[in-house]
Structure formats: C-alpha cells, structure tokens
C-alpha cells in the first residue's frame, strides 16, 4: 500500500525558532493534509493542500505541495510553547479515496 | 457546534470482556472512521464506512466489529478476540468520495485491567 515518510520523528528546539518537517511519498498524491495532535487529544486539521506547488498559510504555519506530487512540508516560524505536540501529515493517493497518515514529527519547545 | 463526539474519554477491560466505544457526528457526514494509535505510532485504519448498513475493513480489523444503522452512529466493538487492545482509539468522518478532510473526535483510551 501508499506509504508517507516523515521526518524528522522528533525534534527538540528553542523557543522563538523556525521548525521544518517533510513528508515524502514514492507514489503520487492528490491531497496533502497537515494536522496537529495534543496528549490525549484527536489529530487537529491545520491545513489543507489540493495542487501542486500550492503553499497556503495559517497564522505562523505555512505548508507547501510538492511540485512532483510526492511531497510536502510544514514550516512553523517563531515556536511557542503551546506549538509542543505531535504533526501529522497525511495525503490521498492518486484515485483513493482512504487517507494515508505519517508517522509524526514530536515536537518539543523549550523555553 | 458541529463535530465529533467520543465517549467515553477512558474505558477499562477486564479479560475476556467485549467493550463498545462509541463515535457520534453532527456533521452531516457519510462516511466514518475509526483508527488506533499506538504510543510512538501513526494511525492505523481498523474499519470504515461509506453509507449506512455498509462497511470495510481496514488495515487491522481483526478482533473489532462496527455496525452503522444511524448516518450518525458508528461504534465500535473491541472483542475479546482482540489481544492487545490497550491503545487509543480515534474516530473521524469526512465526505465521501471526496478529497475533503478527515475530522476527528477526541478519542478513547482504553487500558487492560
């Protein structure tokens, strides 16, 4: 089946820093979805990406789909505390329907 | 306001006990998930449902049963057949037939007794 590769798995960084994370994928993708999980919460959807080489915005959060189709990825400018969570990417593949998820990226803020 | 609604938030087994987690949407939506996660892990597709009465499973559906008779309503059953259930269980819904996001509820733990 599709797989996402993200990366990285985890990251520890100073609070007011920019953050970059990927997901990258050997087939083709229609949709790339970036969400964020809190402890004990339900993934949150932060953005929403349908063409390629679209980049949108969301307040400090911009992501990009990948001109080949097979990637994308979120960057997070001047880190907060409340940024501290688990991202997700997730993506359709090319004619499905079913959401395809990463593994995550833990994020860790420190003050 | 519209979403989803998990419950309960924590859920205890006992050995050899079947265990219904329930997932209620007012988002109009057709279709419905239901994932676990495990610590460390992504989201993992146990079943889902594209239309009331209908069902597939998912990438791990072994030892969990779902019903949909209400385009509300999709629980799901965690047997006794199901080994290893301690994790977090998440239900989402969407559009169906549509590139449109998942949106998910807040989960239910469920921890062995």
């Known amino acids: 089946g599709q797989q996402l590769n993200q990366s990285p798995q985890s990251m520890f960084i100073q609070e007011g820093e920019d953050v970059s994370m990927n997901c990258t994928s050997s087939s083709i993708f229609n949709t790339w979805l970036w969400y964020k999980q809190d402890p004990g919460e339900g993934p949150v959807l932060l953005i929403a990406?349908?063409?390629?080489?679209e980049l949108t915005s969301n307040g400090r959060l911009t992501a990009q789909f990948g001109i080949t189709r097979k990637d994308s990825f979120l960057n997070i400018s001047a880190s907060i505390p409340s940024d501290v969570g688990i991202y997700f990417c997730a993506g359709h593949g090319a004619g499905s329907y079913q959401l395809t998820f990463g593994k995550g990226t833990k994020l860790s803020v420190i003050p | 306001d519209g979403g989803i609604t998990q419950s309960p938030k924590y859920l205890f087994r006992k050995e050899g006990q079947n265990v219904t987690l329930s997932c209620e949407q007012n988002l109009n939506h057709d279709a419905m998930y239901w994932y676990r996660q495990d610590p460390g892990q992504g989201l993992r597709l146990i079943y889902y449902?594209?239309?009331?009465?209908?069902?597939q499973k998912g990438d791990i559906a072994e030892g969990y049963s779902v019903s949909r008779e209400k385009k509300e309503s999709f629980p799901l059953t965690v047997t006794s057949a199901q080994k290893n259930p301690t994790a977090f269980y998440l239900c989402?819904?969407?559009?169906?037939?549509?590139?449109?996001?998942?949106?998910f509820g807040d989960g239910t733990r469920l921890s062995i007794l």
């Open positions: 990406l349908y063409k390629a080489g």
């Open positions: 989402a819904s969407s559009m169906v037939y549509s590139n449109q996001p998942q949106h």
């Open positions: 449902s594209q239309i009331v009465n209908d069902f």
